[in-house]
């Protein structure tokens, strides 16, 4: 055996140890935000967003976060790792950051933020471009260690909304079977947001199937209740194989829309993307196509509404574009294909969070209000 084949070998065993080894919560760097610190610069954002209205008047809506919140919001990122690795380091990346700027970092208007990093399963491992086999127990036995010492070390009988998306609301489902549900700590619970997963009930009811005493919230006075939903155009329905919003064996795929809750259609209060991409428009009016702020809304232009097909129940979202002003007809967020069309798998997956944002926030608003009338 040559010395390089021993080198490699000593990294080797030396990386799987590091990965084997618990993460320590105690440690600031393994926290993308934590109330206690304020340098963490994952959750102290610019989140300013530009108005954009049918007109093509623009005006300017600035944030402001609570300066004394009397609860707290703990989140879970989507799959976001390039690490090259199965599952993803404790190190920050820009993926990181990007993803609490655009999911997370806006709670801050009622809440102290907590985002803990954690070992996830990377998107290189989920396209089946990294060696090694992936550990999925590892990520979440990371967001257990988190939220235990969260617990013991920050929450003072506090109540909390938990927030995930796809992957993180999929480890929070199972942190809220193991350890909430039912159990001692679901007092704490204001609601759980779990965007873009699948939460299964028996048809017709809010509760059993994945949770057994923790219901769908039906109104924004109610605790210890979950929101959930997957998004889809709806010119672009789930395809039969589509893994979010798809009905179980004898239960059916939770679906609470997010514009207030309501049982029908409702118009969206959406916080976009203001940048070009695939999440952000080229042209948000004719007469500017940048925007100055990271954000846009665009009253009216969104609708959202709970739909079943055969096979799934999911969150529809409809865009209603008009020709004859100077606003943008469309928006972006569809997951694409090889070959350059809307992915019917995965739907607009990349903005589930983006598209409900600012009526979660007015839901978790009046959640918190009764919280606090109620402890």
């Known amino acids: 055996m040559n010395t390089k084949t021993i080198l490699m070998l000593l990294l080797t ?13 105690g440690d600031a760097d393994n926290w993308l935000c934590q109330a206690d610190y304020d340098d963490l610069g994952a959750c102290d954002v610019d989140l300013d ?8 008047r623009l005006a300017h809506e600035k944030f402001v976060a609570a300066e004394d919140p009397g ?12 690490d090259r690795t199965p599952n993803s380091d404790l ?45 999925r127990a590892l990520g979440y036995n990371d967001v257990l260690a988190a939220w235990n010492y969260y617990l013991e070390n920050h929450n003072n009988g506090r109540g909390v909304i938990l927030v995930g998306h796809s992957q993180g609301s999929g480890v929070l489902t199972s942190l809220i079977r ?32 994945t949770f057994k005493n923790m219901p769908l919230c039906t109104s924004a006075n109610q605790n210890q209740c979950i929101i959930v939903y997957a998004t889809f155009r709806d010119s672009v329905p ?3 194989q589509a893994l979010f919003g798809r009905n179980g064996d004898g239960t059916v795929s939770a679906c609470t829309n997010p514009a207030y809750l309501a049982k029908g259609s409702n118009e969206a209060h959406a916080y976009l993307n203001a940048a070009p991409g695939r999440t952000g428009i080229d042209s948000w009016t004719q007469a500017q196509a940048g925007l100055s702020t990271p954000f846009a809304s665009a009253p009216g232009l969104l609708t959202t509404e709970c739909v079943s097909t055969d096979s799934h129940r999911y969150l529809q979202l409809s865009v209603h574009g008009n020709p004859e002003d ?18 019917a798998g995965w739907g607009m997956h990349l903005i589930d969070a ?5 009526d979660l926030l007015t839901i978790g608003s009046k959640q918190i209000a009764t919280y606090l009338a109620n402890n």
Request: charged share 20%.
């Open 178 to 209: 193991n350890e909430i549900d039912g159990k001692a700590n679901q007092e704490k619970i204001i609601s759980a947001m779990l965007l873009g997963t699948t939460v299964q009930v028996p048809e017709g009811k809010d509760v059993g199937g």
């Open 91 to 135: 190190e920050a990346g820009p993926e990181e950051y990007n993803v609490i700027h655009q999911q997370f970092a806006r709670f801050a208007a009622h809440c102290r933020t907590f985002a803990p990093m954690y070992r996830q399963v990377t998107l290189t491992a989920l396209r089946g471009q990294s060696e090694g086999t992936v550990d």
């Open 49 to 56: 967003t530009t108005i954009v209205h049918a007109d093509g």
């Open 13 to 25: 065993s030396a990386s799987c140890l590091a990965m084997a080894q618990d993460a320590d919560y």
């Open 354 to 358: 983006n598209v409900g944002m600012g």
């Open 238 to 240: 789930p395809s039969a």
């Open 326 to 343: 100077p606003r943008t007809d469309d928006i972006g967020g569809d997951i694409m294909t090889a070959d350059g069309t809307p992915d």
């Open 71 to 82: 609860v707290d919001c703990f989140y879970v990122y989507p799959t976001v790792s390039l």
